[in-house]
């Protein structure tokens, strides 16, 4: 891997669970992110608008969204991009 960092979108509406993430990422040895963190998907939306990313990940139950829509909202945005679901639900 090249010195480029990994531009990453978190859509995580948990703060704790978003810092976590986060933390987790940026102490990985071999890689390098830069991290941009949404909280909502009306959020998310609007950063895929004005940035370029090479991963998201997407927790699927936001305050403004929810389960399968959530999904499809970003992945009609980012039809390339590949997109980890998180979520809680067994």
Do not use: R, W, Y
Not at 70 to 89: D, M, R
């Amino acid at each position: 891997m090249t010195n480029q960092d990994l531009k990453v979108l978190l859509v995580e509406d948990d703060p704790n669970h978003a810092l976590l993430i986060q933390e987790f990422l940026t102490s990985t040895p071999k890689f390098s992110f830069q991290i941009h963190h949404s909280d909502s998907l009306q959020n998310a939306v609007a950063q895929i608008d004005e940035l370029d990313f090479d991963l998201v990940l997407l927790d699927l139950f936001l305050l403004d969204s929810s389960g399968e829509s959530t999904f499809f909202s970003i992945k009609t945005l980012c039809k390339t991009i590949p997109i980890i679901v998180l979520t809680g639900i067994a």
